[in-house]
């Protein structure tokens, strides 16, 4: 979808459900109580700047964690990215392109991030390269609309099959380019490892023409120098690190282990991840994206429902 279609559809949401989120708000420790059976959660109210009022207490029967899997810019541990001379920023803090032109930039990550970013690069005069180490599915929103409508109607593998043979017919085979794709077909593969195939902005028409270098996995960088598993060095005045994001709930959850592994992952395995002990859930943590977060959120609403009904007395009050 558009950003204005998304940005629509929320302003419509907060309208409809009366929605008024606490902004500035931010979470600093939750804890289970035993004693009184509630969710202790202590909130800094970062518009304060008295320290005695700032931060407030919420007690709560349910907890629900819904701040995604995307919280925190990864940055990977490259040998000698300490050394590098140029810039180096995350995409997080990428703007446009149009500030590198004439430069020499690598692209860290070939998801769509990244596939968008060299793009971008590459029509703002930057002389782009992008380094593709995994395996991926490369597909236009059209292929991938196809996909999702047939989905509703037949079996995964049978519409896998179909939209790789579109896919084919409009990329061809990407592997002279550096480019390899997965045994498994693109929706299928989203499901087994939470993986979005590249949706093609540009990009792919660009590696054709080699206005756009594709490089494999990274050995070493010095200065500006960075070398590859290909044995292949060259030097860049940039890097981009599209290497994506991390929750950070364990850092205020103190209990995530209620729900959640060491790596903030659930626990659980889908399709009943989004339940936890002691009342607390997640939503959007499956890594099946927009459908995935609306699974989840009808998961929990309809269990925490069906506990707040079981709670109620079986005979109503009398009134006086």
């Not at 990244?114 to 599915?137: F, T, Y």
């Not at 390899?180 to 989203?190: N, T, V």
């Not at 939503?283 to 506990?307: C, M, N, T």
Request: charged share 25%; glycine share 6%; proline share 4%.
């Amino acid at each position: 979808m558009s950003k204005q279609t998304f940005i629509d559809y929320m302003d419509e949401y907060v309208s409809r459900f009366n929605v008024n989120p606490r902004y500035c708000h931010n979470v600093e420790s939750a804890l289970y109580d035993e004693a009184e059976k509630k969710w202790k959660i202590v909130v800094k109210n970062t518009r304060v700047t008295d320290k005695e009022i700032c931060r407030q207490e919420y007690g709560a029967d349910f907890l629900v964690i819904a701040t995604g899997e995307n919280s925190q810019a990864i940055i990977p541990k490259l040998p000698g990215l300490e050394t590098f001379d140029g810039v180096v920023v995350h995409s997080s803090d990428y703007k446009c392109g149009a500030s590198f032109r004439d430069k020499s930039v690598l692209v860290i990550g070939c998801g769509n991030s990244g596939m968008e970013i060299s793009n971008d690069l590459s029509e703002n005069g930057a002389h782009a390269s992008i380094v593709v180490r995994s395996q991926l599915h490369v597909l236009s929103k059209e292929i991938v609309r196809i996909g999702m409508v047939l989905l509703n109607f037949l079996p995964v593998k049978m519409v896998d099959r179909f939209v790789s043979l579109l896919a084919k017919f409009s990329y061809s085979d990407l592997s002279s380019y550096g480019i390899y794709q997965p045994a498994e077909g693109p929706f299928f593969f989203k499901a087994l490892t939470g993986k979005t195939p590249v949706i093609d902005c540009g990009a792919v028409e660009k590696i054709r023409s080699k206005k756009i270098k594709v490089f494999p996995e990274i050995e070493k960088i010095h200065n500006n120098i960075v070398e590859f598993k290909s044995g292949t060095r060259q030097r860049f005045d940039a890097i981009v690190l599209a290497t994506g994001y991390r929750s950070v709930v364990h850092n205020w959850l103190k209990d995530f282990k209620l729900i959640l592994d060491d790596d903030d992952k659930p626990k659980s395995k889908y399709p009943n991840h989004w339940k936890g002990a002691k009342c607390v859930y997640c939503v959007g943590f499956s890594g099946r994206g927009l459908p995935g977060i609306s699974s989840d959120s009808k998961a929990v609403a309809e269990d925490i429902y069906q506990l707040l009904m079981a709670q109620k007395p079986t005979h109503a009050p009398e009134m006086v």
